[in-house]
């Protein structure tokens, strides 16, 4: 049997003020200080990052900023499990909230399709004269598929939270885009390299209205709402519940609990768990997993829908569905 060192005399005495058990919860946990407790234990969420610390946020913003302007197709790709899904829900309520309506959502399916960009699908959007593809939970890899979309006269906004390719050579092999938002980039500088890819593209909707919210008629902060996505793709995608993620899930939790959304006040109606009261481990083994079953044994879009759409009677559809 393995047991965990004890805690060192100094840091028990830096945590003096809290009981035996949790100064060692909170020690293992990497935090030694009264400071960092308090803050781990009280989170405040305007100590978020920086959007703009993301290495290719910047020109990520201009760039989505000038299609808006000009009216130009966007498509919005994600991964179809519950980590792509719910991060598509934050763009696509973005473009929404501020009243964009010429874009559209694609989810690649499981089998017919597989993971990320797609020789096919870009072929399609080629000759529906889409003029701006944003990748959502993939893309990092997509070298040959960001090189064809380029032929093409595409442009591509990739954000991500995987690996990227490394060549022969031990060197990263990142696909040709505007922009790449992933931490896991060598380069990348960002503070928390952790986040989901829902995380990511939240901080890309947090960066649109610092930016240039005041255009939009939407104030800073309003992104918070979206948390509740954020949040069921962080406690699915499992990534460390520290740092940023924690500040995603605490806060996102409280949203989850007063969240309007039609098709998952039906779901948890459905599955029986009080919204009022739900947890993390209602996210893991009750919301998390009929997400990913619409990819699985259906069409990814199920998913989707659910947790996108406005209409009562197909919030209830898909919700007994999944």
Not at 7 to 25: D, G, S
Not at 169 to 183: G, T
Not at 266 to 277: A, E, G, H, M, R
């Amino acid at each position: 049997m393995k047991v965990r060192e004890e805690i060192p005399e100094k840091v028990a005495k830096e945590l003096e003020k809290f009981p035996e058990i949790l100064r060692k919860l909170l020690y293992y946990r990497g935090i030694k200080t009264e400071k960092d407790a308090e803050i781990f234990l009280n989170p405040i969420f305007e100590e978020n990052n920086d959007p703009f610390k993301m290495l290719g946020m910047d020109i990520a913003v201009e760039r989505i900023f000038k299609a808006i302007e000009k009216k130009e197709k966007i498509i919005i790709y994600s991964d179809y499990d519950a980590d792509g899904i719910p991060g598509a829900v934050v763009l696509h309520d973005f473009f929404k909230k501020i009243g964009y309506d010429n874009f559209e959502n694609y989810i690649p399916h499981r089998v017919l399709e597989g993971f990320g960009l797609n020789d096919e699908a870009v072929d399609e959007f080629a000759k529906k004269k889409v003029d701006l593809i944003i990748t959502v939970d993939c893309g990092i890899a997509d070298v040959e598929e960001a090189e064809k979309i380029k032929k093409y006269g595409v442009d591509l906004i990739i954000t991500d939270h995987h690996e990227p390719r490394i060549n022969a050579k031990e060197r990263e092999e990142l696909p040709e885009a505007v922009a790449i938002l992933d931490n896991k980039q060598k380069k990348s500088e960002y503070p928390d390299r952790n986040l989901c890819g829902a995380g990511v593209v939240f901080k890309l909707v947090q960066a649109l209205i610092k930016k240039h919210g005041g255009k939009w008629n939407i104030t800073e902060g309003w992104e918070k709402w979206l948390l509740d996505m954020v949040a069921i793709a962080t406690v699915s995608d499992m990534v460390p519940l520290v740092g940023e993620n924690r500040l995603f899930a605490y806060f996102g939790l409280k949203v989850l609990r007063k969240s309007p959304r039609l098709g998952l006040q039906k779901l948890l109606s459905v599955i029986k768990i009080d919204q009022k009261n739900i947890t993390e481990d209602d996210i893991g083994f009750m919301i998390s997993p009929r997400i990913n079953a619409a990819s699985r044994m259906g069409i990814p879009e199920d998913a989707f829908n659910l947790l996108s759409t406005k209409d009562d009677n197909e919030a209830l559809k898909y919700a007994f569905h999944l």
